[in-house]
């Protein structure tokens, strides 16, 4: 399993963007599918997106056409384009590989 590491999150307004990145410490090129989670305080952790090593995608009704799901197995990197964030996308968003990564805050308020 690698080890995954989130950033990009912060605090944004309604409206705003934001792109997460979750770097692998090895070769992400052999994991079939990859996926980012996320979790709001007091409820459960809810997936996201995912998306194959062949580049099918796949998202969550909430979020299908605001949020892009992308990865580029040269860097060994997967990343989350969020566009007109709401404030119920504030989460806690966690990448997934075979393993987790210890996320990222993501913060939408004005």
């Known amino acids: 399993q690698v080890h995954l590491v989130e950033s990009g999150g912060g605090l944004v307004q309604p409206g705003g963007s934001l792109r997460l990145s979750c770097a692998a410490s090895?070769?992400?090129?052999?994991?079939?599918?990859m996926a980012w989670y996320r979790q709001a305080p007091g409820k459960q952790r809810q997936l996201v997106a995912t998306?194959?090593?062949?580049?099918?995608?796949n998202y969550a009704d909430s979020v299908r056409g605001r949020f892009t799901i992308s990865r580029d197995n040269a860097k060994n990197t997967l990343y989350l384009q969020m566009n007109n964030l709401k404030p119920e996308d504030t989460a806690v968003y966690y990448c997934?590989?075979?393993?987790w990564g210890q996320g990222t805050q993501v913060t939408v308020s004005s």
């Open positions: 997934n590989g075979g393993s």
């Open positions: 998306i194959t090593n062949g580049g099918t995608t």
């Open positions: 090895g070769s992400i090129r052999s994991i079939y599918v």
